[in-house]
């Protein structure tokens, strides 16, 4: 007897072959990524994470965390989909369906890559976007807390100063950067002399491996935890969390912020810095900016001394009239605060903001900028800094913060993590452009400012190799397009030194195809990863496979009710 329900069945599978017809033209990757996705998780949760280039959010949710305009243009290469994990469970599935489909996956946290590789790409490519991701726990217990990699790590010091107003952590001073990526590639701020680096106090962490599989420190297994701690984890997997050790800090906490030009002795007081600094208390981290300016139509150059000592105002001016005479700090120079009030100030907000300003992930907030690094070994003499404010005043914009280092950081092995910039650095250097004017003529214009000036200062910073760090991204220093032991050894050494070897080896133990990688990513000892002209067609292929024989299925199973 026939199906009277025939004739409705035809018209909807006819309805449903072109409407999915329509879709597989439009956006077959969409559907290939969705189908794959829905093998592990619900459909509507698979699609309400998959932010295509149809999708009306797609540009906000890109922007978002962009944080250098030099990769917010036209021309600059947009990710097909961006997924925006809810669960743990997703990343997974994410891994493990980017492979599946053939498109390399890139992971930003907080956007801050100086060089965009987070979420820029010159192949198809996904973008996995952790900023949902952001839980935090602390447990007092053990002073220890568990953060989320899409957490910022304003959020992190929030919650901290929440449950403690005498515990802190050893991180950065902007409040936006993506915890994920700043501990995956060390991690300093201010506490840096007095408790080493961010990744000197991570016991544990969670990790999506390339296989899915979601991994603490005893799966992952000693040699990956070192890795992740310093080496950039986005080589070896997808970082879900860092549990972490808090540290004390004392109930007064004192700042200061002192300026000084050319005329005002600054070369005396740079020059004494730079034994002064990485030598003394190690309670005291004091920074210094070098910038060109104009005073009275004049071009010359300034210095700023920006401070933070664990301690009162009293004794930290009895220890600098002892160790820094040249400075001349005295008590009205001084702030005293709390640590949180501390971080707020560094973070450029007025003493007395509230701790909630740090909860601002001020979005879609970018503007040009440049990046570089060098470490001192030894100190720069009177007659080179003297050269040194002659070209800064030559080039005209460009800048630089010195960093001191010793205390903690000169009794930690420099194996102990990836990060190898230990004893023997005086301090580390950070040449910063920024500018507002788009276009290629200005970006050629500025960022050739900071290579003259990073290249002027070759004679006076480290050697054999010239050593960088990890999170100032620099592209300059070496880049990979066949992901060889070779290319990468070129970056790899400038900023792990030594401990480049270890990372290939843990890279070819977890990741021996290479899926995880980006421009500047630790390759395995052999690659196995297609590198020709054909890349492209083949993961094209590849997602038509996957969206053809999801209609094969589809149709099928409306073609059984119709007999």
Avoid at 120 to 133: A, E, R, S, T, Y
Wanted: hydrophobic fraction near 40%; proline fraction near 5%.
């Amino acid at each position: 007897m026939p199906n009277p329900m025939r004739p409705y069945l035809l018209l909807s599978l006819v309805f449903f072959f072109n409407l999915y017809h329509s879709m597989a033209v439009s956006d077959p990757t969409h559907q290939a990524l969705l189908q794959c996705l829905t093998q592990s998780i619900p459909t509507d949760t698979a699609s309400s994470i998959i932010v295509s280039k149809s999708n009306p959010s797609y540009t906000s949710v890109l922007r978002a965390y962009i944080r250098n305009a030099r990769f917010n243009t036209s021309s600059t290469p947009k990710p097909l989909i961006i997924i925006t994990p809810l669960d743990e469970s997703h990343v997974s599935a994410a891994v493990i369906c980017s492979q599946k489909l053939g498109f390399q996956l890139k992971i930003r946290s907080g956007g801050h890559d100086y060089e965009g590789l987070s979420y820029v790409f010159d192949k198809p490519f996904f973008v996995l976007d952790m900023f949902n991701l952001r839980s935090i726990t602390v447990n007092m217990a053990d002073e220890t807390a568990w953060v989320g990699a899409g957490a910022t790590l304003g959020e992190l010091y929030y919650n901290i100063w929440k449950n403690s107003k005498v515990h802190g952590f050893p991180a950065g001073v902007c409040p936006t950067v993506g915890v994920g990526g700043h501990l995956s590639g060390a991690g300093y701020g201010t506490l840096i002399r007095k408790y080493g680096l961010s990744v000197d106090h991570v016991v544990d962490a969670k990790l999506v491996d390339v296989k899915g599989k979601i991994l603490d420190r005893k799966a992952m297994g000693e040699d990956l935890f070192w890795a992740i701690r310093g080496g950039g984890a986005a080589s070896f997997g997808v970082v879900l969390s860092y549990k972490i050790k808090l540290v004390p800090v004392p109930e007064t906490v004192t700042v200061f912020r002192i300026e000084r030009l050319l005329t005002e002795n600054a070369t005396d007081i740079t020059f004494k810095w730079q034994t002064i600094a990485p030598t003394t208390d190690e309670n005291l981290f004091m920074r210094m900016l070098l910038q060109p300016v104009t005073r009275n139509k004049k071009k010359t150059a300034r210095i700023t001394v920006i401070a933070l000592y664990l301690g009162d105002s009293d004794s930290l001016v009895s220890l600098l009239q002892k160790d820094f005479p040249e400075l001349s700090i005295g008590k009205s120079n001084c702030n005293e605060t709390t640590w949180i009030d501390s971080v707020l100030w560094w973070a450029n907000f007025d003493l007395g903001t509230p701790p909630t300003a740090l909860l601002d992930r001020d979005l879609n907030d970018a503007g040009f900028l440049k990046r570089k690094s060098d470490y001192v070994q030894t100190p720069i003499p009177k007659s080179g800094l003297e050269s040194l404010w002659q070209k800064m005043i030559e080039l005209g914009k460009v800048g630089m913060v010195f960093n001191a280092y010793g205390g903690r950081m000169d009794q930690i092995k420099p194996d102990e993590t990836p990060f190898p910039h230990r004893a023997g650095n005086l301090y580390k250097i950070q040449y910063s452009v920024n500018w507002d004017e788009p276009g290629n003529e200005a970006d050629k214009n500025f960022t050739t400012q900071a290579k003259l000036l990073h290249d002027f200062m070759t004679p006076f910073v480290s050697k054999n190799p010239r050593s960088a760090y990890f999170n100032y991204r620099d592209i300059d220093v070496g880049s990979t397009k066949k992901w060889s032991y070779e290319e990468g050894k070129v970056y790899g050494e400038s900023y792990f030194n030594g401990n480049y070897e270890r990372l290939v080896d843990v890279k070819t133990a977890v990741d021996p195809n290479n899926f995880f990688r980006n421009e500047q990513s630790i390759p395995p000892r052999s690659s196995s990863i297609l590198h020709s002209s054909h890349g492209s067609a083949r993961t094209y292929l590849i997602t038509i496979i996957h969206t053809c024989w999801y209609y094969i299925v589809f149709i099928f199973s409306l073609c059984s009710d119709l007999f």
